[in-house]
């Protein structure tokens, strides 16, 4: 039987045009939004346990994927 994996974190890029979904099994994957609201798969573009992020501001995030959901998240900031 096929069972869904449960989604923990969504977030759209800065133009709206991509949501990335993370969820449990350490996956993460990006959709297409069109003007119709339609959204379409673009497939799996990472899978780990942790997902590290970066910014402009040279903070670095660390995101525990997968349960439970109100997982850790840490930031440190590198000179």
Known sequence: ???????????????GAHLYAAGEGGFVRQYRRYPNLNIHCLGEVYRHRVLITASKD???????LGSPSHGWTEYYEYT
């Open 58 to 64: 040279k903070t670095v995030g660390f995101i525990c």
């Open 1 to 15: 039987m096929n069972h869904p994996q449960q989604i923990y974190r969504l977030r759209f890029s800065s133009n």
